[in-house]
């Protein structure tokens, strides 16, 4: 398994203090010596119940992509302005064809221009699955309206 396929460790940790809940395919294990591992969720254990294993091995959600999406709304009503206007913005992810630029990962209003500069909501990173992280701890800190 790549390790870009999965949210890395300081984010597995901040979506972990923020209250992720769902299981994932993968953890990052963090032992006793501070050696990180990628492993395979034991199909037998929850969540729960790896935080709750003796010892000193410490596990973090390390979701895929796909998993991150299935956890975000494709759309959100809010509303913006001070006519305070009804828009609908809509997840967009694109990749830079410069791959050093990474991939981008926002909400933006559609067939809305003047509605774009209310939405300062957008990230940018080397991998999918950070880049949607980092939107799914926004949404947390910051729902729209």
Not at 21 to 26: I, R
Request: charged share 30%; aromatic share 14%.
């Amino acid at each position: 398994m790549n390790e870009k396929h999965c949210v890395s460790l300081e984010l597995a940790k901040q979506l972990t203090k923020a209250g992720w809940k769902e299981e994932t395919e993968f953890y990052h294990r963090v032992d006793e010596y501070g050696n990180v591992f990628l492993v395979i969720n034991p199909r037998f254990d929850t969540y729960e119940q790896l935080q709750k294993r003796t010892g000193t091995n410490v596990f973090y959600p390390a979701p895929l992509a796909t998993e991150i999406l299935e956890e975000l709304p494709p759309s959100i009503k809010t509303i913006y302005g001070h006519n305070n206007t009804i828009v609908y913005i809509y997840l967009q992810i694109d990749k830079h064809p410069d791959e050093r630029k990474g991939v981008r990962c926002r909400y933006r209003p559609e067939f809305n221009p003047e509605a774009e500069e209310w939405f300062n909501n957008e990230f940018r990173e080397q991998s999918l699955p950070d880049a949607l992280a980092k939107m799914w701890l926004y949404l947390q800190k910051e729902p729209f309206q």
